[in-house]
């Protein structure tokens, strides 16, 4: 076995004094013994010790003598050309900017989908060679380039859900074996609250909606948590998303666990679930959806009154239409537990849209009018609306205010 790094550096430490005051044909000695040792080449064993003393010549009483140091080598620093430079940079801030901040695995995706369209638009400064290099681009090296912007984006909300009416035994507890998630149709719902910090009062909601299998999110503002209001978003959403609702899970909230979203789940042959007693994880699905298509775009702040539930309405119409027919997401598909580490595995980032395409338990009806519909929607003027009508949010909303503990 030979030796190891750090033992070859004390062994040339050691020799290169006696190489540098030696002769020529003690040099060759010394030279034969060095790389015995260390096993180099003869020719780099050669350039080693020669970086590794450095020759001095000074004057002592009338004499010229030479003083031999040992000097560490310093490692050639390699200069490589950024191949992904600061015109890359720019444009990529920028899409990820005006597209919601969306993280590396999801943003390469829809570049590379839309981005015919993307260069299009000016306003990205997409040239030709940055088109070619936004093409080939990987989300590891989109994340690491945006690491710096991520930083300045942050926020905070807090839970408002408050125990339901006692219909345990009504009902039924899902378990993750009871709905088959490979089929359309199962959707998880919850709440999120715009109460800026002050519960106080009336302030509104959105309920959120997510299909298990797709993804596909659909968001309805309502003005507070009575059981009407989110009944009624409910049935709005069952009336608006492609495919059949068969199944709907909750937590245990009362704007969910009241008789009246259970009645009319059962005269619509709805399978209605609800979650385990403090396990946000049983919802996981939905859950996730409150920060990346609510938090992500309204904020924190406090909304209240009919004209807030109307404009933040607007905006959802097409904000939804972004994230379910161009926004790509990922789903877990395996997570796996070794000593304090869970490692998790994800598919590719896919839209709620080509999930919904790939799905074989879809109608081939329903298949053509969602492709239909996708041509007729332009990504850019999407967008710009959506702009426009968070514009109109977020001139009614209400600043943070940190609640007293």
């Keep these: 076995m030979g030796l190891t790094l750090k033992e070859k550096k ?31 080449n003869r ?43 600061n015109a890359v940079l720019v444009s990529l801030s920028r899409i990820w900017t005006f597209f919601n901040f969306l993280c590396g695995q999801r943003l390469v995706p829809f570049i590379r989908e839309n981005i015919d369209t993307l260069a299009a638009f000016e306003n990205f400064k997409i040239t030709p060679e940055v088109k070619k290099k936004l093409c080939k681009i990987s989300s590891a090296t989109v994340n690491r380039l945006l690491k710096q912007k991520r930083k300045e984006y942050q ?49 509104c909601f959105t309920v959120d909606v997510t299909d298990v299998c797709t993804g596909w999110t659909e968001l309805r503002a309502v003005k507070n948590k009575a059981q009407r209001w989110v009944k009624e978003a409910i049935e709005d959403v069952r009336n608006t998303i492609p495919y059949q609702m068969k199944g709907l899970d909750s937590d245990n909230g009362s704007e969910f ?25 049983d ?7 409150n920060d990346s298509t609510v938090r992500n775009i ?41 000593d304090a580490h869970t490692y998790k595995r994800y ?35 999407i967008k710009k609306q959506v702009e426009k009508d968070l514009d109109d949010v977020l001139s009614l909303a209400q600043p943070w205010v940190q609640s007293e503990s």
């Design 283 to 289: 919802n996981c699905f939905v859950e996730q959806k």
């Design 43 to 85: 020719k780099y064993a050669i350039s080693v010790l020669r970086k590794c003393f450095k020759k001095k010549t000074y004057t002592y009483n009338g004499k010229k003598k030479e003083s031999i140091k040992f000097k560490k080598p310093k490692p050639k620093k390699r200069v490589y050309p950024h191949y992904y430079d």
């Design 257 to 281: 666990k009241n008789y009246q979203l259970l009645a009319w789940c059962e005269q619509n042959h709805i399978d209605f679930t609800r979650s385990r007693s403090y396990k946000k994880n």
């Design 347 to 381: 598919d590719l980032a896919k839209t709620p849209f080509v999930r919904t395409l790939e799905n074989d338990s879809i109608p081939k009806d329903v298949k053509e009018a969602l492709i239909k519909k996708k041509a007729e929607l332009n990504l850019i003027d």
């Design 298 to 338: 309204v904020g924190y702040f406090r909304y209240e009154g009919d004209e807030a539930v109307e404009k933040l309405n607007r905006l959802y119409k097409n904000w939804c239409l972004l994230i379910n027919f161009f926004y790509p997401s990922v789903k877990i598909i395996a997570k796996e537990r070794k």
């Design 155 to 203: 926020g905070k909300g807090k839970s408002t859900t408050k125990a339901g009416n006692d219909l345990s035994k009504l009902i039924p507890v899902r378990a993750f074996f009871d709905w088959d998630e490979r089929i359309p149709g199962f959707f998880e719902v919850d709440t999120v609250s715009h109460d800026g910090g002050n519960a106080s009062g009336d302030y």
């Design 10 to 40: 004390a062994v040339t430490a050691q020799i290169v004094t006696r190489y540098a005051k030696a002769g020529k044909n003690e040099k060759t000695k010394i030279l034969d013994e060095f790389v015995q040792l260390t096993g180099y």
